[in-house]
């Protein structure tokens, strides 16, 4: 399940109060996020670490994936490890939440597809 929640209301400066974006937003019926996941981006740039022990890590489907550390304690590097790799990055607009008013009031109602497979 993925949200997408747009911020539609901006604190003007020039007036020092809310204006609210009219903008028109299209959201496609499909959408496929697989281009912006970490493993394709770091492919792309080719940042992704080789496994420590050089060997082949395609049988369990994580490409370049580190292998879990032992707790040492102190001096743990969290934020090198790598996430495992994931295969689900398709979604399938299924409801809109619509406003109508102004930055300070209105009402809210949702359009939502119940005929879905």
Request: overall charge negative; some cysteine; glycine content about 8%.
């Amino acid at each position: 399940m993925l949200i997408v929640h747009l911020q539609r209301i901006i604190f003007n400066f020039d007036k020092f109060e809310n204006d609210k974006i009219n903008q028109h937003f299209d959201f496609p019926q499909q959408l496929d996020l697989k281009p912006y996941s970490y493993y394709e981006v770091m492919n792309k740039e080719n940042r992704l670490s080789k496994p420590a022990d050089g060997g082949d890590d395609e049988e369990d489907g994580q490409v370049g994936a580190k292998a879990p550390k032992e707790d040492k304690g102190e001096g743990d590097d969290d934020e090198n490890q790598q996430p495992e790799e994931e295969d689900c990055f398709e979604y399938k607009l299924v409801g809109v939440t619509v406003h109508s008013g102004d930055a300070y009031h209105g009402h809210y109602w949702s359009y939502i597809n119940t005929n879905r497979a």
